[in-house]
C-alpha cells in the first residue's frame, strides 16, 4: 500500500533521526545527502540546521518512499497528504496513532500510555544512552544548545545511575 510506505518512512526519520516533529515535515529531497553514510539536514530550533547520519536500512526505506511516491522534486515537501499538501503535526500525529491502535489490537498489554511523536525523540536518546554513546554526542545528535538539556536522559534512566553509582563508590 502507497500510504503504508509513506507512513513507514515517517516512523523510521521520526526515530532514527530524532527529529522534532516540524523538523520532519519541514524536509524536502534536498535535505538528504546521499554519500558513503546518507545524512540528512535537520533544521531546528532558532534555524540551527544539523546533519544526522541515516543507517542503510532507513536509506533504503526512505529511497525507496522517493521513488515509489514520486517525491523528486528537491525544494517540495517529502512528506505529504492524500490532497499533496505538506503534512502537519495532526497528520504525523496521526500516523503514529494508527499504528499504535494497530499494536495495541494484537497485543493489548502494549502502550499503556500515549505515545506521541516525541516520544520518538526520548526513545532514540535513550538507546543511544544506554549503548554508551557519549552526551555530548547525543547533545549534538538531538541538536541541544546544552549538555544540560540531554542530561535529562541520564538522570532518567535507573540503570544508568546505578552504573555511575557503582563507578563512583
Known amino acids: 500500500c502507497a500510504a503504508g510506505l509513506r507512513d513507514m518512512a515517517v516512523l523510521v526519520l521520526l526515530y532514527e533521526t530524532a527529529a522534532r516533529v516540524q523538523e520532519l515535515i519541514d524536509l524536502t529531497p534536498s535535505s538528504i545527502q546521499y554519500k558513503s553514510t546518507t545524512v540528512i539536514e535537520l533544521c531546528g530550533k532558532g534555524n540551527k540546521t544539523r546533519l544526522v547520519p541515516l543507517n542503510p536500512e532507513a536509506t533504503g526505506i526512505v529511497r525507496n518512499y522517493i521513488r515509489q511516491h514520486g517525491r523528486l522534486d528537491a525544494d517540495k515537501p517529502?512528506?505529504?497528504?492524500?490532497?499533496?499538501?505538506?503534512?502537519?503535526?495532526?497528520?504525523?500525529?496521526?500516523?503514529?496513532?494508527?499504528?499504535?491502535?494497530?499494536?495495541?489490537?494484537?497485543?493489548?498489554?502494549?502502550?499503556?500510555?500515549?505515545?506521541?511523536?516525541?516520544?520518538?525523540?526520548?526513545?532514540?536518546?535513550?538507546?543511544?544512552?544506554?549503548?554508551?554513546?557519549?552526551?555530548?554526542?547525543?547533545?549534538?545528535?538531538?541538536?541541544?544548545a546544552s549538555v544540560v538539556t540531554t542530561e535529562v536522559y541520564a538522570k532518567t534512566n535507573p540503570k544508568i545511575k546505578e552504573e555511575q553509582l557503582m563507578k563512583n563508590s
Open 78 to 144: 517529502l512528506f505529504v497528504n492524500r490532497r499533496g499538501e505538506k503534512l502537519s503535526r495532526a497528520g504525523i500525529q496521526y500516523i503514529v496513532d494508527k499504528y499504535i491502535t494497530i499494536a495495541r489490537a494484537q497485543n493489548p498489554d502494549m502502550f499503556k500510555t500515549r505515545i506521541t511523536n516525541h516520544c520518538f525523540r526520548h526513545s532514540k536518546a535513550m538507546h543511544l544512552l544506554e549503548a554508551g554513546v557519549n552526551l555530548i554526542y547525543i547533545r549534538d545528535f538531538l541538536g541541544h
